[in-house]
């Protein structure tokens, strides 16, 4: 195991927590021990590894500003592993009463093969009460001869009593730079070649903890061996190529079906997660939109010629609109493997221009809609919208279309527009909505507001400013065309009325 293999011997080598070694270091140095330590942080940010080299510190026979030897018996017996008093205990497999207990009648018994005898209780808020009151107890009074150090990814379920009698270490995730660094070090030592952007990528992924990290890299060179590039990195953490997404994306902005496809085959052939890459070209459009509609976009956006390409379009923003939501009607449940569901959303999109498309059946890997295309009209302005099947009304469609789109942005605020409100006026630069209840027109005015303008901007091709209002329901004739409206349409389909009519 790489970890292992390189896991920091010194307080020098540890990586990120500066603020920790430093205060540690100094302690030991001018020889304060304390008799008890809580150690708390994310997993995989070098607790364990600190608690050990504290360990040896605590013990060893020639320590040098605060950092052990390595070299003299205790040091030598804890990094074997098999020093007696180093006694490491899990707490989430022994976390009862009797383990507690179990430990607080050795705790006497003075120290066979070190000076101190060590105690490292790892995830201890996993102790259950009975065991946490036992601990209490022993960090009272504890022997001289007995030093704690307690570990925990969970600081808020310790409770305040132990905390209290603890000296107090916050490990902090390890920055991007710092995994970098201690990468590159493992990889002039083992002889692997990878460059830097897939370093970074790694980090990314591990989101500061330095053991996840060593572990990525172990997988990616065990997969694709000593030289590895940036491709095989994300391939092999199932991340996807910035620069395919926005690639997809630049193809539907030129209309270009061909380069479109040919993005779904490639991605697909080389085992990257479909639906993962779906979903990243939607996040990507997603930002390119609102760019897109302001009056002066960002002048130094990472996605700049993207946005320039929206905005030559007349019907740009409509248009990926139209490619949002059919890529995320996409579905890869049948088959995760398959980029039949992107290629025929491409089509659909970009013969279809942006108009909602008509369901598309997939015949013998072929796209419905690649077989039937859809004209165009000249000059590239936005086709007029196609007669819908269900005679709903425009502001039904919209107030449905908004509430799908929101629901792709943050499902638990979308709640609030489902079903709960009319659409009073949405053709000009405002758009009122009116509500029968105050909850959700209170959650709609405040946390929604910004995501419901920037959606209904989407949908309606303009920029919005929304209004809501409460409405009476019992006093709005409105409510009653719409009921009718309705009604009319369910006969339209066959029903027939059931009731007092
Ligand atoms: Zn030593």
Redesign the pocket.
């Known amino acids: 195991m790489l970890y292992g293999k390189w896991r920091p011997r010194g307080f020098d080598e540890v990586v990120g927590q500066d603020h920790i070694v430093r205060t540690l270091r100094n302690a030991l140095a001018s020889g304060q021990v304390a008799h008890a330590y809580l150690f708390s942080g994310p997993r995989g940010t070098g607790k364990t590894t600190t608690a050990r080299i504290l360990a040896?510190s605590l013990n060893?026979?020639?320590?040098t500003d605060g950092e052990?030897?390595?070299?003299?018996p205790?040091?030598r017996a804890i990094l074997a592993g098999n020093a007696l008093d180093l006694i490491e205990m899990d707490a989430a497999s022994n976390r009862g009463i009797e383990d507690i207990r179990d430990l607080r009648e050795k705790i006497a018994f003075a120290p066979s093969d070190l000076t101190k005898k060590v105690y490292l209780l790892d995830e201890v808020h996993m102790l259950t009460d009975g065991a946490f009151n036992a601990l209490l107890k022993t960090l009272e009074e504890p022997p001289p001869h007995a030093v704690f150090i307690l570990a925990t990814t969970d600081l808020h379920k310790v409770p305040a009593t132990i905390i209290s009698r603890c000296q107090r270490y916050d490990f902090h995730r390890v920055p991007n730079e710092a995994i970098i660094d201690r990468l590159q070090f493992i990889c002039e030592q083992e002889g692997f070649s990878v460059p830097r952007d897939g370093l970074l990528a790694i980090a990314v992924q591990s989101r500061g903890g330095l053991r996840d990290a060593i572990t990525m890299l172990e997988q990616v060179t065990a997969r694709y061996g000593n030289a590895v590039t940036v491709e095989d990195v994300r391939a092999a953490m199932g991340q996807v190529s910035d620069s395919r997404v926005a690639g997809l994306v630049s193809a539907i902005l030129a209309d270009d079906l061909g380069t479109a496809l040919e993005i779904a085959r490639t991605v697909a052939d080389d085992g990257i997660d479909i639906a993962r890459f779906t979903r990243a070209t939607i996040d990507l459009m997603r930002e390119i939109v609102p760019e897109a509609l302001k009056r002066e976009p960002a002048a130094e956006h990472p996605q700049d010629e993207l946005i320039a390409a929206t905005r030559a379009r007349a019907d740009g923003v409509r248009l990926l609109a139209a490619a949002i939501a059919e890529l995320a009607k996409a579905d890869f449940r049948l088959d995760p493997a398959s980029p039949i569901p992107l290629e025929v959303a491409c089509a659909a999109v970009i013969l279809g221009g942006g108009l909602p498309a008509q369901p598309v059946a997939v015949a013998g890997g072929v796209p419905a809609a690649a077989r039937q295309p859809v004209e165009r009209p000249a000059g590239g302005a936005a086709p007029a919208p196609v007669p819908s099947n269900t005679p709903l009304s425009r502001e039904e469609k919209f107030a449905r279309d908004l509430y799908e789109h929101c629901k792709m942005v943050n499902p638990s605020h979308a709640m609030w527009l489902n079903g709960s409100f009319e659409v009073l006026e949405m053709d000009g630069a405002e758009l009122s909505l009116g509500f029968q209840r105050q909850m959700p027109m209170g959650k709609v005015d405040t946390v929604c507001r910004a995501m419901v303008e920037e959606q209904a901007a989407v949908i309606l091709g303009h920029p919005v400013t929304l209004k809501v209002t409460l409405i009476d329901g019992s006093a709005q004739p409105r409510r009653e065309t719409r009921r009718g409206h309705l009604a009319e349409a369910a006969k339209a389909m066959g029903a027939t009325p059931v009731g007092k009519d």
Do not use: D, S, V
């Open positions: 040896r060893c026979a020639n320590l052990p030897c390595n070299t003299c205790p040091c």
